[in-house]
């Protein structure tokens, strides 16, 4: 087999593409550190290798000697090392080490192993025998590897599943063709052949080399959109977290507006009437009823600043500090004021968290429903039932003398309005209606106790 010394115009462009693909993606993998691209670049490297000893250049640069010497030692070597490297950069791209195919596995090792170890018996054959017949070994290890590759190109099909790796196989699949013609032109070479059996190699490779390109565009721009996502998430994660602790500032904020106007209505309006009530004791001596008034006063204020105080407890946060602090309030409010008293809780409680300001809100709807009790109904005995499941459920019951009509429920005025501005503020509801006596129901709906 000899060897066309002419310098090849087609394979010295294709050369100085590979050339110009080795720089591009030295620079890709310095940004990239993507190590897929480490295994290209020692394809592209003997693929240029391959391209520089069939151009001609060698005996352009060096002179027909040293081309001649290169033809005989390390032609062959050099061809096969480089279909090598090209099988392992395929099997590399479908993951071939993270892959659950063994033979795809032990098809590589044993490629790579066979492959290398005939070129370097070549070598070592070249230097001992000289130019000597090698058509045995030329013709038997390329039909190996086509054997091969035919197999692992329908395994890798079978195992590809991004779109970077079937643009891989795109372009393997029109190298394995061409390497085809390669081998059948090569059996049937002729002087004059417009394109000689190692170009189609290199136009092969040419044409694999674009299709790569096209893959590592479309990895690059999948990753860079996979980044862009991930920073855009980050911004959103750290958005929504500068929203939350906005959010807490602005609850917080709301509950002191809160304890302040509490103190303000209770406290100051309770304060001014002692003060107001003290001047007139002491103008008038004898009448012990502002004294009174004062003491009623003063209790008045320490039960008030004993809710504020429990409301504002971050302890006493959960629907169960809530119920229990109903049940204790109710017990002692009508038992004070000789009045029987069954109240019924659940057994058991999850971990629902109830706000400062609805636990306040709907303590005060359950103590004015008690107040209005003592002081309007003439009951002997009340009934309270407390139950939740998707909505809290409140019903008090008392077997007083209930409302004759709605005009007597609308003159109880203002207790009953804060009450059901109160539910209202609390995103439930309050009804109330005759059934032996008064019943006053509160629903709040438990998604809505701790907004």
């Not at 039909?143 to 991004?162: A, D, Q």
């Not at 044409?207 to 862009?228: G, L, M, P, T």
């Not at 991930?230 to 602005?250: G, H, P, R, S």
């Not at 204790?328 to 409680?349: A, G, M, R, V």
């Amino acid at each position: 087999m000899g060897q066309d010394y002419s310098i090849s115009i087609l394979t010295v462009i294709i050369l100085g593409s590979i050339l110009l693909a080795f720089i591009y993606h030295i620079v890709l993998y310095c940004f990239s550190k993507d190590k897929l691209i480490i295994h290209y670049l020692l394809y592209i490297f003997f693929a240029g290798l391959l391209s520089l000893n069939i151009s001609g250049l060698y005996s352009l640069w060096f002179g027909a000697t040293i081309n001649l010497y290169n033809s005989i030692h390390f032609n062959e070597a050099t061809q096969i090392i480089y279909l090598a490297f090209y099988f392992n950069f395929i099997l590399q791209s479908v993951e071939v080490e993270k892959s659950k195919s063994t033979f795809l596995y032990y098809s590589w090792l044993s490629i790579m192993i066979i492959l290398i170890t005939y070129s370097v018996v070549n070598v070592i054959l070249s230097y001992k025998l000289g130019e000597f017949d090698d058509t045995y070994g030329f013709f038997g290890i390329r039909i190996f590897i086509f054997v091969l590759t035919g197999m692992m190109l329908i395994r890798c099909y079978k195992l590809r599943n991004i779109t970077f790796q079937r643009y891989i196989l795109y372009g393997c699949s029109i190298y394995f063709i061409i390497g085809l013609i390669s081998f059948i032109t090569n059996m049937y070479r002729t002087p004059n052949m417009l394109i000689n059996p190692p170009e189609w190699l290199i136009i092969g490779s040419f044409i694999d080399i674009v299709f790569f390109s096209i893959a590592i565009s479309y990895r690059n721009k999948q990753q860079w959109e996979s980044i862009n996502l991930a920073l855009l998430n980050d911004a959103n994660e750290i958005i929504a977290m500068q929203n939350l602790v906005l959010e807490k500032q602005n609850a917080l904020e709301d509950e002191r507006s809160r304890i302040a106007t509490d103190m303000h209505d209770d406290l100051g309006s309770g304060l001014t009437q002692i003060t107001y009530l003290s001047q007139m004791a002491m103008n008038d001596f004898d009448n012990k009823s502002n004294l009174f008034k004062i003491k009623k006063t003063a209790t008045d204020l320490v039960e008030n600043m004993s809710e504020i105080i429990w409301a504002m407890k971050e302890e006493n946060n959960t629907l169960e500090d809530l119920i229990t602090y109903i049940k204790i309030y109710s017990f002692d409010y009508l038992e004070s004021n000789k009045i029987d008293t069954q109240i019924t809780i659940p057994e058991h409680f999850n971990k629902i968290i109830v706000t400062g300001n609805n636990r306040k809100n709907i303590f005060l709807c359950v103590k004015e429903s008690l107040h209005n009790i003592v002081k309007h109904s003439n009951a002997k005995n009340v009934i309270i039932t407390i139950t939740y499941l998707e909505i809290l459920e409140i019903k008090i019951q008392d077997n007083g003398i209930g409302f004759t009509n709605q005009l007597e429920l609308k003159t109880l005025g203002n207790g009953l309005r804060n009450m059901k501005s109160r539910m209202e503020k609390t995103g439930g509801q309050m009804e109330i209606f005759n059934k032996n006596g008064a019943v006053t129901l509160f629903t709040i709906p438990i998604k809505k106790l701790n907004q």
